[in-house]
């Protein structure tokens, strides 16, 4: 039994020096933009974390909204929370998903942490834990400490360039529409992320472990961080469900009988713990809003999707297994080995449920997020089982050499594949890559960071003024107009404000798409545009395709089939904005919701006309190159 299960009594040792090596490492990477921003600022900086993907503002202002006490269902865009009014909300993502920004929000009340110091800190902490997740996942894979250094920073570092995205896309002339490292985007994938590795490491010591009392409590272990990731972002619990579908058949077929009872336990423990925190989590679902799905793009259709890099990258680990089954390199009933497949396996499945479901949900998020590190570490581990299936046979061959007599021809004698060094090689060279996105992206985005920091001395200013206003009965959230979308979305992470609108205000549960619709318009007409120049913003402005026609038909990278808004949908939306414009114009009452401070900056040249028919406007304060107004509506 031994003999043809080389790994059945074997247990994998390692030490952590390397694992600890490589956190630290990736933790200073990591910390290269907020570095920069701090230091280019000086005095003048006013505590921003440094920002790189859109989507961050709105996990922000989730979290400053819980850490200010406010209810899990919340809107921190219109200001909205559960029960106001005797209104209840709807759920939205971020309270579906709301174990991350929980686990956040209540160390930081603790410690009196706003959003955007926990969003600084957790940058860092992100690259540790996945640093020593990886490490210990693949170290207790094959046991090789500097295949598992390389690992680590091979998995995380080229995670982007799989994924078809980085600053080396831009350097061939292409767009990139993620850059940085995306692992590290906050507070989601980052410390979903986190989780999940944990998870795979988990379910793989539930499986392999020689103890009883270890299956046991890794069997728990990865039950209860599924639970964790079902309510922390759909894309990384739906992996793990993947990778214990395709796992779970082929460790039953290919590990001997004796093993099997074992096996057997172990996921139905996980599946278990799986099923009964599923329940309360699709009684969410099916009480969130409308909006959700358009939001979210979810889209009906068969269609396969196989040519994604991330894809070619899983099959391509699946050929090069099969080589090496083949040469007699790796066994495929090995623990290593069946691991190792349904890794692989499940990133192909995760891009094709949809032919049997018929349901695709964004699968980009797979490709940025989580595919693409399962494809890297499947990758990375079948070359250490190759490299160590190879060793063996070079120390067997060196046996016969030691027989001059049964000495075999020089060319049939295996040779190592790559020695030791070549390890440390690789992973310097990915640390690099990873400094270089790192780098490329801080300095691409150093001037829009500048601003942001500078607009937070605005925003943390009007926060005292809201909280001044709550403290004489007056609206807790006041809310806020700038005619820059890019600076309203910042507001409600860094105050108690709410706004008339941003790009982001579509992703809660306060507003049906019409409503939405409706504060576009409101904003564009006190922002100053004409009804003849809705068309050209139409065509050119991102972040008015997204929130009137939907995130999907503005980036061809969200859904499977792609479908571009049309000119003649841009004149339909324009006609529509004319006829709002028409009606507002004809009445002397403000537009609902009013708005209560005004925000001019120095850098804007736009027209008050349209808003001080409405609003008689007197300056506050200046902040900076900022003037805060107070608004008062006009008495008709």
């Known amino acids: ?51 790189f993907y859109s989507d961050e503002p709105a996990y922000a202002a989730y979290l400053n909204a819980l850490i200010d006490g406010r209810t899990r269902r919340n809107d921190p865009y219109t200001g909205a929370d559960d029960g106001d009014q005797n209104r209840p909300l709807n759920e939205s993502l971020f309270s579906i998903q709301f174990a991350p920004a929980y686990l956040l929000a209540l160390p930081a009340r603790a410690l009196g942490l706003d959003a955007s110091a926990i969003f600084i800190l957790l940058m860092p902490l992100v690259a540790i834990g996945c640093a020593l997740a990886i490490y210990w996942m693949a170290a207790s894979i094959t046991g090789d400490e500097r295949a598992s250094f390389a690992t680590v920073f091979v998995v995380l570092c080229f995670g982007i360039l799989v994924s078809g995205q980085g600053f080396f896309v831009n350097l061939l002339g292409g767009f990139s529409g993620y850059i940085f490292l995306p692992f590290l985007r906050r507070y989601v994938p980052g410390l979903p992320l986190v989780f999940f590795l944990l998870f795979c490491g988990a379910t793989w010591r539930a499986l392999a472990s020689e103890t009883s009392r270890v299956r046991l409590v890794s069997s728990l272990a990865a039950g209860a961080l599924f639970c964790v990731l079902i309510y922390s972002y759909f894309y990384h619990w739906t992996a793990a469900a993947a990778l214990v579908a395709c796992l779970a058949p082929l460790w039953l077929a290919a590990r001997p009988r004796e093993e099997r009872r074992a096996a057997a336990t172990s996921f139905v423990i996980i599946g278990a713990i799986a099923l009964v925190s599923l329940a309360p989590y699709l009684l969410l679902i099916s009480h969130r809003a409308p909006t959700t799905d358009e939001m979210q793009a979810l889209t009906h259709t068969h269609a396969p999707d196989l040519f994604r890099g991330v894809e070619l990258l899983a099959a391509i680990t699946l050929i090069l ?132 920091d500078d607009w937070r001395a605005v925003v943390r200013r009007l926060d005292e003024l809201a909280r001044e206003s709550a403290s004489t009965g007056q609206s807790a959230h006041p809310v806020v107009f700038n005619p820059d979308d890019f600076r309203m979305d910042h507001v409600p992470a860094d105050s108690s404000c709410a706004v008339l609108w941003a790009p982001h205000m579509f992703s809660y549960s306060s507003l049906t798409r019409a409503e939405n619709e409706q504060r576009v318009f409101q904003f564009l007409h006190f922002a100053g545009v004409a009804p003849r120049d809705f068309a050209a913003m139409g065509r050119d402005q991102g972040f008015l395709q997204f929130s009137i026609f939907g995130w999907e038909r503005a980036n061809p990278r969200l859904a499977i089939e792609f479908h571009p808004v049309t000119p003649e949908e841009i004149a339909a939306k324009q006609r529509a904005y004319s006829s709002y414009v028409a009606l507002l114009e004809q009445n002397s009452q403000p537009p609902q919701p009013l708005i209560n401070f005004v925000v001019v900056s120095d850098d804007q040249s736009f027209s008050r006309a349209n808003l001080e028919r409405f609003y008689m406007l007197a300056a506050i304060e200046r902040v900076g190159a900022h003037t805060i107004y107070r608004a008062t509506p006009k008495q008709p």
């Open 1 to 51: 039994m031994t003999e043809r299960w080389p790994c059945l009594h074997r247990e994998k040792t390692f030490r952590w020096r390397f694992g600890v090596l490589a956190a630290a490492l990736l933790a200073l990477v990591a910390l290269i933009p907020q570095a920069h921003l701090c230091l280019t600022r000086g005095h003048d900086w006013h505590g921003a974390y440094a920002y």
């Open 321 to 452: 297994f099969a080589w090496g089954a083949r040469r007699g390199l790796v066994r495929w009933r090995e623990r290593e080995a069946v691991f190792t497949i349904a890794l692989s396996l499940s990133v192909l499945a995760v891009f094709n449920q949809q032919i049997v479901t018929g349901l695709a949900l964004q699968p980009m998020h797979y490709e940025q997020y989580v595919g693409n590190y399962v494809a890297l570490l499947a990758f990375t581990i079948v070359c250490t089982l190759l490299w160590q299936g190879r060793t063996q046979s070079v120390d067997t061959q060196l046996a016969i050499d030691s027989d001059e007599d049964a000495r075999p021809p020089a060319e049939t004698r295996a040779r190592p594949l790559v020695p030791h060094k070549i390890w440390i090689t690789v992973a310097l060279c990915a640390l690099a890559w990873g400094a270089c996105d790192a780098l490329e992206t801080t300095l691409s985005f150093a001037r829009q960071n500048a601003r942001h």
